[in-house]
Each structure stands twice: as C-alpha cells, then as structure tokens.
C-alpha cells in the first residue's frame, strides 16, 4: 500500500461518502453509509469514519483523511473555521484529534459572507475543485440542491455568495403541503415549467398566490400531476433565477451539482436566455479534495 | 325543545366544531372533536356529527343543520358545488342525504375563480357574517391562516378573490426546515417584524434567500430564536401584502380569524400604512351560517 495514498471523505447531513485516492487523484475505491452528521453524536464520527475506510488503512504509516461538508459543522464532529468572503475556496485545514494511530484527519473551512449573511460548507470543495479544472474561470457558479448557492468567482477567490431554500421548499411542499395531493414527483410537462419559470421572474411577488394556484387549478381546470410538479418547481427555481441576477450571467453560469437537478437548471436558465455548462457535483469534490491534499503535502 | 332551533357546523379539515342556535342567532349550547374532514371516510361523517349534536335533537322534529367548511369538498361528506366569481358568498345550499331522521343536514357552497384559478369553502361563510352585520361594506377582506385569502368585495359580491400559502409555508419553514433549529415561535421581536415587512414589499424576488440567511445570521451575526421567529412571519407576510396589492385597501382592509393573527396582520399593514379592523371569525361563520339558516326557511 503506497504511503501516498490519502482518502477524500464527503461528510454531510444524512450521508458519509469516502474514496480511497492516489496520489495522481485516481480513484482506487470507494464506499459510502447513510451514517451522515445527523445521526451521530461528536464521540462517533471516528468509528463511522473507521467502519468504511479501514480495509484502506496500514499499520506502518498513518494515511491522510480530507473531508469536507456539514461535519465541520457545530453540530459535526469538529468544529472548522469559516473564511470570510472574499477568500480562496479553500485554505487553512482543521486538523481533528483521533486515537486511530493509523488516520490523520483534516477538515476543510467553510466559507461565511457578513453581509448579507450567508455560509457554506462542502460547495467550497466544489468550487475549488472547478478552479483546480479551470484556473482562468471567472463569473458565476450555481450548485443547485437542497440549499442552493449562487457564488461570484474573481480571480481565484469567491467574491460573494448567496444561498436559496429551492431545494428543500420544493420538497417540503411536494411532500408535506396540500400541493402533496396534486404533484407527482416523477411526473414533468416542460412547458408547464417554462412557463412557472417566466410567470415567477416577471411576478415574483405572486409567488405563494401561485404556489396556492397550483391546487386551485388541479380542482377546476384539471392541470395534470406531472404539469403541477413542473410549474411547482419552475415558480421555485425562478424565484432564485430572478433572486441571483446581481451574479454576472454574461459569460455563462457554470452548474455544479447532481446531473439530472442540472439539467433542469439547464432549461430555466436557456429560458432567460443564458447559457450554462455543467460539472458533476462528485467530480468536483473529489478535485477540491485533492487540492486540499496537495496544500496539506506541501505545507502552504 | 323550540322546533326554531337548528344548529351550526363549522367543519374543517382536523376540527369539528358545533353550536346549538336559536332562531334569533343565540347560541344556546356548543360542542366541539377533532373529528375533521382528514380523519373521516365519507360513511363516517354523520355519526361523527351525531355524537356531538344528539343532545340537541328532538324524536318529534327534524333539526336543520348548516354546515360550512372542508366538509363540502371532495374528500368530504359530500362534493357541495361552487359558485362562481362574482358572486353571493352564501346561495344554492346541499342537502346531504342522511338515516337519522332527526336532522336534516345542508352544506353551504365553496366559490371559484376561473382566472387566476382559486377556490375556497369556509371563507366565503365568513365573508357572508362580516356582510350580514355591514351590508354596506365594499373592499378588501383579509382572512389570514394556513391558506391566507384576500377577497374584493363589491355590493354584496365577492368579485375577485386569491389565497396565498402563507401560513402553511411558516409552519412548514418553521418546524421541518433548516430554520427549525433556529425560530421560536413563541418568541417575538417587533423591529424584526417591520424591518422583515419591508424587505419583503421592497424586494420580493430576495425572499428564498433572506429566508435562508435567518438561518446564516444564526450562526454568525447572533439573531436571537424571538427576531428569527419575527423575520420568518415578517418575510412570508410582507410577500403576501405585496401579492395582495391589487385588492383595494382605500377604505382599509377587514381582517377576519384567530386574534392573534389578525393582530400580526394589522401591525404589518400598518407598516404599510394600511388601516385595518379585526372581525372574530368564530363570530363571522356563526352570522354567515345564520344567513344561510334564514336564507333556507324563507326559501330564497
């Protein structure tokens, strides 16, 4: 077992995904467990972290663990500083005590905005990762998901940023509300969504009138499950289209995230007119992790 | 047992709510379960009134019954029909075939909006009490709750109508979102409330993103559970008041509900520097249920 070998770890609210790395940032292995921050007490991230990697571990040398996301959190196992925006995605690691001789483990900062208030963890891991493809990329990032961040990149560093409760408004009232008994999740009608999509832009004051809409029409006018579905997620991910547009659109947005969210983002945005290119949200990760690991290995 | 008697229902989706009424409109008696729509299969609904109404009833006489509320939707009793704006809040009552021949049972009608499509089934009873005691009364009602509605009212009729998902989006932000680990809702904190109100009416398009940042300022400015509390309820408010703004508010605005809410929703339109007053809706379902009691046995 190569002593370069290191394991990049995504540690989030609900889930815990490791990947055993060379030092090339080739992908050796990889396994994942539900057992996510929220299931565990502080005293039991070292054992969650040890039940997945330890087939990755030797006796001989400890291995560098690089994780990022909500188990910086203060709710997490540690809790990492956050750098203030405007910062590089990533620099100073918090390194967190273990009694596993064979493990050393270093978490990445969040990113925190002062005004107006925001704060990240894990997407900073992301955009470094689409800096360490891309050095000259300037302009905006989107990370669709269930708090969905719009970042402003200049020169390296995150300018500013902005989280939208997209994601987790859309499942709250597809699952929770009285839109639950009208929207079939994997139903769609794209131009029910183009459509939500531009009534939400040019009207975003209508927004829970239309949210309310939705269940009025399916009573009266027969909108179907998989139209109310795509007009419940195109007023929501409008609102954050026309929320986001002080972040510069004119190069194009780069979308980092799960491939099929993306690709619903793809539409909104071609509906207003901007083009976007997407980046799997793993990928990138795993590139900013590396870049983590490199900082780590030459001590910057 | 006066033969003029007959009862009230006000029946919703978890309560069941039931008066004993003279003919003059004095309440003689009243019961109440959380028997509502969401528990009962539509065979259930008669025994479950029954069990709170057979002390009142006589062998000798049937007893009308008059019923109002999510009782008369498809999930309900029986499907009432609905009027169509603009319209009477209150005509055309449908009678429900029932086996106790002590009662005879009618359910006031819901009224629709074709465009934009609404509905509602209770309100418009309210709306026929605020009329029954102002039979002057032009311009807008406010009926705040989980599905706010906002009403025109125009010699007699209700001309347009829209119902915002306000209250269900505060319960669902405020006890199933991220915002769950940082909003008391038995705390409050006025200046966050008007401050809110005023984000709100003044950028709409930024709500999913202030509502998220009451979790940031959480974390690294120290908002207090009371002001986060007050900036969630301000938020979601303010985007309905500015929703709203087509209902005409010259001559003020009628509130009718829960006092407490109504007292929340006349602090924020006076932000706006709106005059409202406060209409008990108990008081208003039991004068529009009269209405239609009067309506019935004069034959209208």
Redesign the interface.
């Known amino acids: 077992m190569s002593t370069d070998n290191w394991i990049a770890v995504d540690w989030g609210t609900t889930h815990l995904r490791t990947w055993h790395m060379n030092s090339a940032g080739d992908i050796l292995s990889n396994r994942c467990s539900n057992q996510g921050m929220n299931s565990l007490l502080p005293d039991q991230f070292e054992a969650a972290l040890l039940s997945l990697i330890s087939p990755w571990l030797s006796d001989d040398h400890s291995t560098q663990v690089l994780a990022c996301g909500m188990v910086g959190s ?1 709710q997490g196992w540690l809790e990492a500083n ?1 750098n203030s925006t405007p910062c590089a995605p990533i620099s100073q690691l918090t390194q967190v005590p273990v009694t596993d001789l064979r493990i050393e483990v270093y978490i990445c900062p969040g990113v ?3 005004e ?4 990240m963890r894990g997407e900073e891991t992301q955009i470094a990762g689409l800096l360490a493809s891309d050095a000259n990329f300037n302009g905006a990032v989107c990370l669709p998901g269930t ?1 969905s961040k719009w970042a402003q990149i200049n020169e390296g560093k995150i300018s500013s940023f ?5 994601g ?2 859309y499942a ?2 597809s699952q ?3 839109l639950r008994h009208c929207v079939d999740c994997n139903e769609w009608d794209d131009q029910a969504f183009k459509l939500a999509i531009l009534d939400s832009i040019t009207k ?10 939705i ?3 399916t ?3 027969d909108l179907s499950a998989g139209e109310a579905n795509a007009r419940l997620s195109g007023l ?1 991910i409008g ?2 289209l ?4 002080a972040f510069s659109h004119k190069d194009g947005v780069a979308l980092v995230g799960d491939n099929k969210l993306c690709e619903i983002y793809l539409q909104a945005l071609t509906v207003i007119g901007v083009k976007a290119t997407i980046h799997p949200s793993e990928q990138m990760t795993l590139k900013g992790l590396q870049l983590a690991h490199q900082q780590l290995v030459s001590g910057v």
């Open positions: 203060r956050y925190k905005q002062l107006p208030a925001d704060v708090h902005q989280t939208f409760l997209t987790e408004l709250l009232l929770k509300s009285v975003p004051d209508r927004v829970t009138t239309e949210l309310f809409s269940r009025a029409q009573l009266i006018t929501l609102l954050e026309t929320g986001a547009k």
